[in-house]
């Protein structure tokens, strides 16, 4: 257990909706970093908070959007949801920001668009 | 810019055969490298990691060496088990204070009895 919570696990919702992911971190993770893998593109970077501020921003759609709130949770916000949106979505948290530090992942939402 | 390619799957091997499975890296700097894990119908699981050149990370039988000269750090274990079959992720994290992760594109390993 990496000590980092998603939820939910599966979703699925249709073309056009609105979603949101949330996702805990290991406490004491200070950094948030979400991801999106799907089978096509492999696993991609989309944003990273620290301590609540934006820290770095990756291949994220502007119909995506995350925040990290003061309790350090973090939400990625997906809207007018393509079928291409389809994919496995993970959070991870770090302790750091220094390179030794790994990632500690969460095993990842689901999400299905139909 | 910064770049992660292994070798591609999948990789098919008896149980107790030597796998290797390579990983080649481009970075400016001094990037930490690790291996993740990722078993079926599970998130991605730290495997080991080397921060500097020369280090040899180590976890379950599986090592890897940094090796600056080669910009390598190929993933290898003495004999594999049925228990092994999974996706293996090399990446690097570079030496800037950004913190994150950049993947290769995963090799599937599959062992059979």
């Known amino acids: 257990d990496s000590g980092v919570t998603q939820t939910p696990k599966h979703l699925i919702t249709a073309t056009g909706q609105r979603v949101t992911l949330r996702c805990s971190p290991r406490s004491g993770d200070l950094s948030v970093y979400w991801y999106q893998q799907s089978l096509d593109q492999g696993l991609q970077f989309l944003i990273q908070y620290y301590n609540g501020e934006e820290r770095a921003k990756g291949n994220i759609l502007e119909r995506f959007s995350a925040q990290q709130f003061p309790d350090l949770h973090s939400e990625l916000n997906l809207s007018s949801l393509e079928l291409g949106d389809s994919a496995l979505y993970f959070c991870?948290?770090?302790?750091?920001?220094?390179?030794?530090?790994?990632?500690?992942f969460g095993n990842g939402t689901r999400l299905t668009v139909t | 810019g910064n770049s992660v390619t292994q070798m591609e799957g999948p990789v098919t091997l008896s149980e107790e055969a030597f796998l290797t499975i390579n990983c080649t890296y481009t970075?400016?700097?001094?990037?930490?490298l690790f291996w993740y894990v990722q078993y079926p119908g599970e998130g991605l699981q730290l495997l080991l990691k080397a921060t500097k050149a020369d280090d040899k990370g180590s976890n379950k039988g599986f090592e890897a060496t940094y090796r600056k000269e080669t910009t390598s750090f190929h993933l290898e274990k003495g004999s594999v088990q049925v228990s092994d079959s999974a996706v293996y992720f090399c990446?690097?994290?570079?030496?800037?204070?950004?913190?994150?992760?950049?993947f290769g594109q995963g090799t599937t390993l599959q062992v059979k009895p």
């Open positions: 970075a400016t700097g001094y990037p930490s």
């Open positions: 991870a948290s770090s302790e750091e920001l220094g390179k030794e530090s790994p990632l500690h």
């Open positions: 990446a690097l994290r570079p030496s800037s204070n950004t913190g994150k992760l950049i």
